[in-house]
């Protein structure tokens, strides 16, 4: 007798079973790898966003060039808010900060509006430290104020004024106002040489001239002193009227070629540029010692007050947290009232 065999259809409760536990740790691990993603990416918006933060808050502080000091603390201005930054109790160290009471910003890094409020997502610390260098056994600030540190050298100074009106630039004497030069701007790069010489042995003369040769300005500086005094030449430039006079305007970058034929002399030449930070002006010198102090301060009474130069820093980080989301540095000079 034949015998019929059946064939079995379909799944066992074992292989349900375990084909079931197999999609379990499938969806997991992609489950998983899912949450990872979303939280990585979620982890580089925020940090996106912070650095966007913090770069703003660099770029305003990066715009001032004069800020004020209060009962021994430096005041910030940001967004509409006054920060105040003050030195550490009981530490050598010397810097400002506003550690002590931390920017509040909220969830999308906005400064809040009620800072006494526990309702915020992160802070912002800034930290202005001067720029100290040695020399000898004294730290000085490397500030080339000539009211400080080189009060017995003999200093010949002058100050230029550069504007802009319509689409013509000029260039005069701060003195006379009334002697406007027009300077030759067709190139895309406004130049202007400067040429700093000696003439009757000792007796120093400013000639200014622009890319095509023509001479704006002429006059005699002073007498250097060859006994072995130290001679400083300090040229303040001023571009506080060099600037846009309507939306659409484009303020063309500026150079600025200085020849001091000045080897044999115990001298040496400072430019200083009173401008904005947002400004471009290069500076080359073609003969002789000289340097270039960038974003000074403007005339105040009749002083110039160069300032310091500072280290900026600027650090984000999520509230309760010790890690940091963007820390950002800039280098200035700041003049403190």
């Known amino acids: 007798m034949k015998r019929n065999s059946k064939k079995h259809e379909g799944f066992t409760l074992v292989e349900i079973i375990i084909s079931l536990a197999l999609i379990a740790i499938i969806s997991a691990g992609v489950y998983n790898g899912y949450v990872l993603l979303i939280r990585h990416t979620k982890e580089g918006e925020v940090k996106q966003s912070a650095a966007l933060a913090g770069k703003r808050a660099i770029e305003g502080i990066k715009s001032i060039s004069t800020i004020t000091k209060v009962d021994g603390n430096i005041i910030l201005r940001q967004d509409n808010k006054d920060i105040e930054l003050s030195k550490p109790v009981n530490l050598s160290e010397d810097y400002y900060s506003n550690q002590s009471d931390l920017l509040k910003l909220d969830k999308d890094f906005n400064i809040c509006n009620d800072q006494s409020n526990n309702d915020y997502s992160y802070t912002q610390e800034i930290i202005l430290k ?171 009474g009749g002083n110039y007050e160069i300032g310091t130069l500072y280290d900026t820093k600027v650090e984000i980080k999520k509230k309760g947290s010790t890690d940091s989301l963007f820390t950002g540095y800039s280098t200035q000079n700041i003049n403190v009232n």
């Open 130 to 300: 001067p720029i100290k260098e040695e020399s000898g056994t004294k730290d000085i600030s490397i500030d080339k104020n000539n009211k400080s540190n080189n009060s017995s050298n003999n200093i010949l100074q002058d100050n230029l004024h550069l504007s802009k009106i319509g689409n013509e630039v000029y260039i005069r004497d701060t003195n006379n106002s009334n002697d406007n030069k027009k300077v030759e701007n067709n190139a895309d790069v406004i130049r202007i040489y400067i040429y700093i010489e000696t003439k009757n042995s000792n007796e120093k003369f400013l000639r200014v001239k622009d890319s095509q040769g023509n001479n704006l300005l002429e006059k005699e500086l002073g007498s250097i002193i060859t006994d072995g005094t130290e001679n400083e030449i300090n040229l303040y430039i001023n571009f506080k009227d060099y600037k846009k006079e309507r939306a659409g305007d484009i303020l063309k970058n500026v150079e600025i070629n200085v020849t001091n034929k000045n080897e044999e002399e115990k001298c040496e030449t400072n430019i200083y540029l009173q401008k904005s930070s947002d400004l471009n002006v290069k500076v080359n010198f073609d003969e002789g010692q000289g340097y270039t102090y960038d974003n000074q301060a403007e005339d105040n």
